[in-house]
């Protein structure tokens, strides 16, 4: 009993010493322990979004847009088991065309109104106030889609490039102090293929291949000794990030989306650069000829030859 009582008291202590607790019975709030974090929730855009929403507000067309499926060829698994690429770019693509102002009817998902449509065949559908007794089938009432988008994500490529060091040091004894240091950067990209296709006829308008490359680091550092030949210090500080892949991903798509807009809507595919977030964009300042277009911008680069 002694034991415990010690366990439960250095428990406490350690939860007042890291800030929060456990507890074995529910708060107040129907909660045994606060969630931490409270970080507010913000617009989930890419530097793609300002352009988009600039053809909203100066070019548009009459035309209705629909997304049927953008799936993920690369068919990359996680180490726990996962796709490692989201599977959620079609509703991406869905965004990025309300955010540029565009029409849009529902296919990739009807299951509701295919049920309605179903009761309201069989008269079990009716509506609250109205006249009818049961709602009404009336033909022509769907609206449909002149263009579709089509795709997927066809490109993961893993550590296309990196960089770093890796070094450890140590006296020759056998008790010496022991001293760790490493700081690496690689380099992995993705690619997304879409398609641009009329719905009536059935012809591609258009088609695009982007890539975005995305960066991640880490650094560390540690040391390892031991103290009169019982003592041991054990310390290692380091820090890793990656730019975040789906993120990648919303801007190709949002990327994608653009191009094939400005094209229908006949208008320069620099007329919204300023809202990129860098020069260095195929739509920015620099890509301009003299005579004022925006130069094609390949998904891959050709290579120079001497």
């Known amino acids: 009993m002694k034991i415990i009582t010690q366990v439960k008291n250095l428990t406490v202590a350690s939860c007042l010493i890291i800030g929060g607790c456990i507890s074995p019975t529910a708060n107040d709030q ?11 929730v913000i617009d989930n855009g ?26 993920d060829y690369t068919k990359k698994k996680d180490f726990e088991g996962g796709s490692k690429i989201t599977q959620g770019a079609a509703l991406m693509a869905m965004t990025a065309l309300n955010k540029a102002g565009a029409k849009l009817v529902e296919r990739l ?44 994500v066809t490109e993961l490529n893993h550590n296309i490039r990196s960089n770093g060091i890796d070094s450890f040091g140590n006296q020759t004894t056998r008790t010496g102090p022991k001293v760790m ?18 719905s009536k006829t059935l012809e591609v308008v ?33 820090e890793k ?22 094209k229908l809507y006949n208008v320069q595919e620099n007329s919204c650069y300023r809202g990129f977030g860098s020069q260095k964009d195929v739509l920015g300042p620099n890509a301009q000829t003299q005579t004022g277009h925006v130069q094609a911008a390949p998904a891959y680069p050709a290579v120079h030859q001497s």
């Open 181 to 198: 240091f490493k700081a690496k950067q690689y380099v992995m990209n993705v690619g997304l293929d879409l398609r641009l296709v009329n």
């Open 46 to 71: 890419t530097p793609y979004s300002a352009a988009l929403k600039c053809l909203a507000t100066n070019h548009n067309t009459a035309a209705k847009f629909t997304v049927a499926s953008i799936l």
């Open 30 to 40: 129907g909660r045994y322990a606060d969630p931490i974090g409270g970080a507010p």
């Open 109 to 152: 998902d009807t299951s509701v109104t295919d049920k309605d449509l179903k009761y309201a065949n069989n008269k079990l559908l009716g509506d609250a106030g109205s006249a009818d007794p049961f709602r009404k089938i009336h033909a022509g009432i769907i609206h449909g889609s002149d263009y579709f988008i089509t795709g997927g």
């Open 206 to 238: 258009d088609a695009i291949s982007y890539q975005k490359q995305i960066i991640g680091h880490e650094v560390g550092v540690g040391a390892f000794a031991f103290f009169g030949g019982t003592k041991i210090l054990d310390l290692g500080i380091g």
């Open 241 to 262: 990030g990656l730019e975040p892949i789906q993120l990648a991903i919303r801007s190709v798509v949002e990327r994608g989306i653009y191009s094939m807009l400005t």
